[in-house]
């Protein structure tokens, strides 16, 4: 159905020559220490690891000039002895941090004092129950606790404070919030081994606490723990807190780091789920049924894009990964089920860029006996709906093109979503906006209109790539002179024939087709038109897309036989309808970038040493988290 986002050619495989070892963005942690260290041979007595012979030869003779300087040093008065033997994070590497946190947790593993890897721990509240519980006001007052109550918490802590060795804060964070602990020797279960168990405790690590419910003097809520156990530590160094994780590209890489360092990132991907749940709950409320259909097919239909193959190796097959459900989802309504839609997952082998991946999630629903005006008064209702539900009842968003939000001078757009939307006819408006006469609907398919299309893209400096049919040279022009009028959303109509094959004619305009696509901010995001029902004419159209693939034209479609059969069985009079949610939840959550509304973003392969590279069975290096 969508012929909007068309992601990009990056899983083509190509050789690949052999990489070179780069420097770190931020040395001070983004050095990955897995990534650098890969399985070899040769175990390090320290870490534990498995690394080749060179890396094992230059961490022993690293680890003796560190030794030999630090016998030359002084002798060291008690004080700062006793400050040396437990040295600030903020003093050492990445390298020296994991190599330190590596040896503690493996002398734990090994005398199990504590276990630090336990299978359980009972939490008797979350998080956020316990702030709405205990934070109510005059539930504890400042400067006392909860007596005769006791609270088990887990989390991960991301700051540590100390006043001497008897008193400690964390903060432990988990669920979008955070509870101070406030640990004392005395209130300690076993005040004896209060200064060793805290030891145990970095940045990074997840714990759980039980305590009792307690307010500072200064009002702020927290527990005061009886025990804390170590549930699971963090082996390499977090990021500073007052710096954060800013950079974009380990942001994207790495997305559990930035989902532990990121409030804001954690939200956008809450919002993200509350779009997609809205949507299913829309369409479930007008009668639809959600189904699945298949994943990959003998023939890639459905939408105009070029698609990815893949091979099944038990049937000797080449398959295509799927670049639209719309075909199946029509065979669907042709076997009576008349109002189907389905949520999920679409590939496009194409372009890459601030608005497409080669898979993203499309949302599509087919409702028998409905036509293309019907579709558009739905589209305007659900979209509306969905921004009063996200804003509190508000119509319109703010939008920052740019990706500039909260710098001087950023450009901001004011999307306004009450109903009804702009309508703009595309014949009509390039005739307005080009000031020519386009020749009539039912010639656009012709050689002579592709040479008036030829002249006016040079006219106007429109760039368009080979093969240059009349479909891709509208389309092109659209993009130039129509898209950006859509700021806030509206629709596109009145498509030529040429351009959908898979959309009916239009009733009253010979040459056009019943279709709109949804735009704002000059992107797509969905699209939606009358279906075609008519199997003879369908075979026409597919036989036009089979030339037009025979030209060059990668995205044209194949003869899909068993759909025209489907058709020829009878296919109600239907109005089908596309959206791209990834693009949907960019305009509604204020990002510039697909990448930040995917929680996994296909990412192109960082140079890394030829040995850290993981051979897969196809013969291609992954990073060590598999990503492409």
């Known amino acids: 159905?969508?012929?909007?986002?068309?992601p990009l050619s990056l899983l083509q495989s190509t050789p690949l020559s052999r990489p070179t070892r780069t420097s770190p963005i931020f040395p001070n942690y983004y050095r990955n220490m897995a990534s650098e260290t890969p399985a070899g041979t040769h175990k390090d007595p320290v870490t534990g690891e498995m690394i080749s012979k060179q890396e094992l030869k230059r961490r022993e003779k690293q680890r003796a000039k560190e030794a030999s300087k630090a016998s030359k040093a002084p002798a060291a008065t008690p004080s700062a002895a006793a400050a040396s033997a437990g040295p600030s994070e903020d003093d050492l590497n990445p390298n020296q941090y994991y190599e330190m946190r590596c040896r503690q947790i493996q002398e734990l593993k090994q005398s199990q004092s504590p276990n630090p890897y336990p299978h359980k721990f009972n939490v008797s509240r979350a998080l956020v129950s316990y702030v709405e519980f205990y934070g109510a006001e005059g539930k504890i007052t400042s400067g006392t606790k909860l007596e005769n109550v006791v609270e088990s918490l887990a989390g991960r802590i991301h700051n540590i404070r100390a006043s001497g060795s008897k008193l400690k804060f964390y903060d432990l964070h988990g669920e979008g919030t955070k509870v101070q602990i406030m640990a004392t020797q005395q209130d300690a279960q076993d005040p004896n081994s209060f200064i060793a168990t805290h030891e145990h405790f970095k940045r990074g690590d997840i714990v759980g606490v039980t305590g009792v419910p307690s307010r500072t003097k200064k009002g702020e809520l927290s527990i005061t723990p009886l025990s804390m156990q170590l549930l699971s530590p963090n082996l390499h160094q977090l990021p500073s807190g007052h710096f954060g994780l800013k950079d974009q590209e380990t942001r994207y890489r790495k997305r559990y780091l930035d989902l532990i360092l990121n409030d804001s990132t954690r939200k956008l991907f809450i919002t993200r789920s509350r779009i997609i749940n809205y949507i299913r709950r829309f369409l479930d409320a007008q009668g639809f049924m959600e189904v699945e259909t298949p994943m990959m097919s003998l023939l890639a239909g459905g939408a105009t894009a070029k698609p990815f193959v893949t091979h099944h190796n038990d049937l000797d097959l080449d398959?295509?990964?799927?670049?639209?459900?719309?075909l199946y989802l029509k065979e669907l309504v042709v076997g009576g089920l008349d109002r189907v839609y389905e949520i999920g997952r679409v590939f496009r082998n194409e372009g890459i860029d601030l608005t497409h991946n080669p898979e993203f999630t499309i949302c599509e629903f087919y409702m028998?006996?409905?036509?293309?005006?019907?579709?558009?008064?739905?589209?305007?209702?659900?979209?509306?709906g969905l921004v009063k539900t996200l804003t509190g009842g508000k119509t319109t968003i703010t939008y920052h093109p740019d990706g500039n939000k909260g710098q001087e001078g950023a450009r901001e757009l004011v999307l306004d979503f009450q109903r009804p939307w702009k309508r703009y006819d595309m014949i009509t408006t390039l005739e307005e906006k080009l000031g020519v006469k386009f020749p009539p609907g039912e010639t656009l398919h012709t050689e002579e209109t592709n040479r008036f299309l030829r002249e006016l893209c040079v006219k106007h400096n429109v760039d368009c790539s080979e093969p240059r049919t009349n479909a891709r040279m509208l389309d092109k022009l659209v993009g130039e002179f129509i898209e950006p009028l859509c700021v806030s959303p509206a629709f596109i109509v009145g498509h030529p024939q040429v351009m959908s094959p898979l959309a009916k004619w239009h009733r009253s305009r010979p040459g056009l087709c019943e279709r709109f696509e949804g735009f704002m901010c000059g992107k797509e995001f969905c699209n939606a038109y009358t279906e075609l029902n008519d199997p003879f004419e369908q075979r026409l159209r597919f036989e036009e897309q089979s030339r037009q693939k025979e030209q060059g034209?990668?995205?044209?479609?194949?003869?899909?036989?068993?759909?025209?059969?489907?058709?020829?069985?009878?296919?109600?009079p239907t109005g089908g309808w596309g959206l791209g949610v990834d693009r949907l939840v960019m305009f509604l959550t204020d990002s510039t970038n697909i990448k930040e509304v995917l929680l996994f973003p296909a990412m192109k392969p960082q140079d890394t040493p030829a040995t850290t590279a993981v051979a897969t069975p196809g013969g291609h290096h992954l990073g060590q988290s598999g990503q492409i």
């Open 368 to 384: 028998a006996y409905a036509d293309m005006t019907d579709l558009m008064d739905i589209t305007e209702a659900m979209i509306e």
């Open 1 to 6: 159905m969508l012929k909007l986002l068309r």
């Open 553 to 572: 034209d990668e995205e044209a479609q194949g003869i899909d036989e068993t759909f025209i059969d489907a058709l020829e069985h009878g296919l109600a």
């Open 319 to 326: 398959l295509y990964l799927r670049i639209a459900p719309e």
